[in-house]
């Protein structure tokens, strides 16, 4: 069973970089499973969607991030990445790193990691 592991969480002031990890780290075929980054602000009940990238290399974005993060993933690793750049505080989030399988089966969550941006 996949478990997925993520990484990089701080707290930065805005305008700020950050790079977040996810490591896919129970051996399973890493090119079956379509990746994505997922965000909850705090208070909040609802799970956002980020970014989305293919077993191919093809990435979509939310609005509110696009042309300030990137995805991106190294298969043989079983890892994905979100680079983020000129981060606001509306950014401030839990960020989770989800694979869904191709094909049948439910997707799995990682545990998250906390971004803060503020001054």
């Known amino acids: 069973q996949a478990q997925l592991v993520e990484s990089g969480g701080a707290k930065v002031p805005p305008g700020g970089s950050l790079r977040l990890t996810c490591e896919e780290t129970r051996g399973v075929i890493f090119t079956h499973y379509t990746m994505g980054w997922y965000r909850q602000a705090p208070g909040s009940q609802e799970r956002e969607w980020v970014a989305?990238?293919?077993?191919?290399?093809?990435?979509t974005y939310a609005d509110s991030v696009k042309g300030r993060f990137t995805i991106s993933r190294d298969n043989p690793k079983s890892m994905i990445w979100l680079q983020m750049n000129n981060l606001k505080p509306e950014d401030t989030a839990v960020y989770f790193c989800?694979?869904?399988?191709?094909?049948?089966?439910?997707?799995?969550w990682g545990k998250g990691t906390l971004v803060t941006v503020s001054a």
């Open positions: 989800r694979s869904t399988p191709l094909g049948s089966g439910d997707p799995k």
């Open positions: 989305t990238i293919t077993t191919g290399g093809t990435s």
